[in-house]
């Protein structure tokens, strides 16, 4: 037994040979990988490189219309300031700008609708500029016509002026004819005497005298000389006596009043003498007598007279 196991053969039958078969050449199909795989990449390649292409020209018509509506903004906003001026310089703007109903409400309804619009077309941001052109036009229209009435208002300011100096001349030289011609019309005072009477015989009988002691009456006594210009009618002269302090003898019991003088000033006299006058005639010899109830004090008494404002003489007398 052991014999036969140590010789195999003696119990194992031999197997026939197989014939071997070809090997098989794997490398077109490496080839057929390969190329497969270099196509892939050739069009991932291609494809990626034509998106890129896209994205970038996406990209540069993204830029050339943002580009293109900040222009068109900045163009619209310049177009508002002018705007804004005209309406500073003057007020008819402010209405005719802002009217709802108006031209230009309605272009910048119009263009406010395509610049607020952030995906505006190239087509449409072209209809913009085209509307602020016309926007544009209308303001230099407004514009010119503003300056024209400025220039209006510039030359009737300048007619103003002229005529204003020239009424101001006018009324200056009313003012002075009239001036002249009231102070022609005043009258004039010559020949003036401030007389003390003493009164003798209850008045019967009078006497002029130089003693302070003595004196019952002031007696003022005047012509008034011819006037061609004065019309004639009643004239009122105001007589002012003072006594040697300087202070006025008056007495609203005995006719003393107070008259405003030609420089606007309130002044008080003593007298008021009417008198009848007739064109370039004077009148001699007027009299007014002043008769006062305290004594008469020694030394100077002045006299003034008054017409119309106007001092037209004066006088003094000295008692002793």
């Known amino acids: 037994m052991s014999q036969e196991m140590n010789n195999p053969t003696s119990s194992t039958p031999l197997q026939p040979m197989q014939p071997q078969q070809p090997k098989k050449n794997n490398t077109w199909i490496y080839v057929g990988i390969i190329a497969a795989l270099l196509a892939g990449n050739i069009y991932l390649f291609t494809n990626n490189n034509k998106l890129s292409n896209k994205l970038e020209a996406s990209q540069h018509e993204f830029n050339a219309a943002d580009s293109s509506r900040r222009a068109v903004e ?18 008819v703007m402010d209405s005719l700008i802002n009217d709802q109903n108006g031209e230009i409400a309605k272009l910048k309804n119009q263009i406010n609708a395509i610049v607020r619009n952030g995906n505006a077309t190239k087509a449409e941001l072209g209809k913009a500029k085209k509307l602020i052109a016309q926007l544009n036009t209308k303001v230099r229209t407004y514009q010119e016509r503003i300056a024209e009435l400025e220039s209006q ?65 002031m007696r003022v006594t005047f012509d008034i000389d011819e006037n061609r210009i004065a019309e004639s009618g009643t004239k009122q002269i105001h ?39 007739e064109t370039n005639s004077p009148v001699k010899d007027l009299t007014a007598d002043w008769k006062q109830d305290s004594d008469y004090q020694k030394g100077t008494y002045t006299i003034e007279l008054y017409n119309d404002g106007y001092k037209i003489g004066g006088g003094s007398v000295t008692l002793k």
């Open 74 to 91: 900045a163009d619209y906003q310049a177009a508002l300031v002018r705007l804004d001026e005209l309406v500073s310089k003057n007020n």
């Open 153 to 217: 208002n510039a030359d009737l300011t300048d007619q103003n002026t002229v005529l204003t100096v020239e009424r101001d001349q006018a009324v200056t030289e009313n003012i002075g004819l009239q001036q002249k011609a009231r102070l022609g019309a005043v009258l004039h005072a010559s020949n003036i005497r401030l007389t003390p009477i003493d009164l003798r015989r209850n008045g019967k009988k009078e006497k002029e005298t130089g003693k302070a002691g003595r004196v019952d009456v």
């Open 239 to 277: 007589i002012r006596i003072s006594d040697p302090s300087g202070n006025l003898l008056s007495n609203a019991a005995y006719g003393s009043g107070v008259l405003t003088d030609a420089e606007g000033n309130d002044i008080n006299y003593t007298l008021l003498k009417q008198i009848a006058l």
